[in-house]
Each structure stands twice: as structure tokens, then as C-alpha cells.
């Protein structure tokens, strides 16, 4: 008989990395959190932080820090303008690179915007047990990544495998 897993919820924290962007005007940002939510995870926490490297990367290792969030997303600062350092923040941060996710997602995003995909440098990782994804500004690439990757990704019941059960804090 095929084993039946039960849906796992996952703590998650949202980050979004804009110069303009306030709580009141954060699409992207709120997209994501909605998102997860209704898939059935905790929206565990959520901030805004200007695009600057040692901002957005001190955010980001405080809830790698954190025992209780599983995961990371951000959303902006993937682009390849001179303000743009998301990627430039978190990669020395992770212990392991998730390669096809970047791959994936511009892939996937070709689809939708053509050649434009390429300016995204969206990013994948795992860092102290805590898997994170680098999305772009834009809400249909957040809405894209979400869907068609990081959502089947984070369910456990997904086969033939998923990073929810690869969670080590979950083995626990």
C-alpha cells in the first residue's frame, strides 16, 4: 500500500528588498505572503528593507538563525542594475546552491517575458537547514516562482521527493 503523507505546514519569512516600497504598496511582497498561506503554511514573519547588501544580509541570517523559520523568500533586487544586490547579499550566506532554480525559473519566466528573463538573477539555496529563494520585484514573477516551483517543492507529499522532507528540523 502506497504510504499516505500528511500535509506539513512550514514556518515562513517574507523579505522585501525595494527603495520605494512601504507595507502599503508592497504587491509583491504581500502576494507571496498570501500565497503561502493559502497553501496552507505560517507566514511567520515579514519585512521590507532597502536595497542594500548588508541590510537585506543581516535580515536574512537573522531568520536563518532562527530555529522556528524553514523558509526564505525575498522578492527585488535580482536585476542587474547597479542598485540591485539581493543575489550579491545572500549567496556567501549559503551553504549550498540550488543551481536549477535559477535555471527553472528563467525557464519557466521565458515563457511569459521572452529574453527579458535573462536580467533576473533569481537564486536559490540552503543555508544552516533553511532553504531560501531570491525571486523578482515583479508580481508575476513572484506569482510564477511561487506556483510552478517553490510551492510543489515545499509540500511534503510531492513525489518522488521534495525539500520539505530534507528540512532537518522537521526530522527532529
Not at 64 to 80: K, R, S
Request: aromatic residues 6%; contains cysteine; glycine residues 10%.
Amino acid at each position: 500500500m502506497p504510504e499516505k503523507r500528511n500535509f506539513i505546514s512550514l514556518n515562513i519569512a517574507v523579505l522585501t528588498v525595494s527603495n520605494t516600497r512601504s507595507e502599503t504598496d508592497d504587491v509583491s511582497g504581500n502576494l507571496l505572503q498570501r500565497l503561502l498561506t493559502e497553501a496552507g503554511h505560517c507566514a511567520l514573519d515579514k519585512k521590507i528593507v532597502k536595497d542594500n547588501i548588508y541590510q537585506i544580509r543581516a535580515e536574512v541570517s537573522s531568520w536563518i538563525a532562527a530555529p522556528n523559520i524553514h523558509v526564505i523568500l525575498t522578492t527585488g533586487g535580482t536585476g542587474v542594475t547597479g542598485s540591485d544586490g539581493t543575489p550579491d547579499a545572500v549567496a556567501p550566506l549559503l551553504d549550498k546552491r540550488l543551481e536549477g532554480f535559477g535555471e527553472l525559473f528563467r525557464m519557466l519566466s521565458y515563457e511569459e517575458i521572452g529574453t527579458s528573463t535573462l536580467a533576473s538573477r533569481a537564486l536559490g539555496g540552503v543555508a544552516n537547514g533553511t532553504y531560501l529563494f531570491c525571486l523578482p520585484g515583479s508580481s508575476g514573477a513572484c506569482r510564477t516562482g511561487w506556483s510552478r516551483i517553490i510551492e510543489p517543492l515545499l509540500d511534503n507529499r510531492s513525489k518522488p521527493c521534495n525539500l520539505a522532507m530534507l528540512i532537518p528540523r522537521l526530522q527532529e
